[in-house]
Nanobody
Framework: QVDVAESGGGLVQPGGSLRLSCAASGTIFELSAMGWYRQAPGKQREMVAIINDDRKREFLDSVKGRFTISGDYTKNTVYLQMNSLKPEDTAVYYC???????????????WGQGTQVTVSS
């Protein structure tokens, strides 16, 4: 069993910053990728930032230059630093982890429950 838990959401004014944290815990043989998705009301879930198994980072175009993602794979933890936030960044942010629980298992996707980020004056 693998659990993924986020923290750090909240209300912030436009131009402000927030830092989200996420930790994966449980039986983890291999952590292939870890990152963040978001879903705004009435919209599909979209990838915001992710660190893939080659440690390459990918970002949603609209957050490039404003958001950074970092990880501590020894702690199965990933962080999303969000600067210069805009109202259109308002969404529920979900942590994502792609994990091989044991050496016989295939890679499996796990999701956190989500944390609300609201950017408003």
């Amino acid at each position: 069993q693998v659990d993924v838990a986020e923290s750090g959401g909240g209300l912030v004014q436009p131009g402000g910053s927030l830092r989200l944290s996420c930790a994966a815990s449980g039986t983890i043989f291999e952590l292939s990728a870890m990152g963040w998705y978001r879903q705004a009301p009435g919209k599909q879930r979209e990838m915001v930032a992710i660190i893939n198994d080659d440690r390459k980072r990918e970002f949603l175009d609209s957050v490039k230059g404003r958001f950074t993602i970092s990880g501590d794979y020894t702690k199965n933890t990933v962080y999303l630093q969000m600067n210069s936030l805009k109202p259109e960044d308002t969404a529920v942010y979900y942590c994502y982890a792609r994990v091989r629980p044991d050496w016989r298992s295939s890679l499996t996707e796990y999701w956190g429950q989500g944390t609300q980020v609201t950017v408003s004056s």
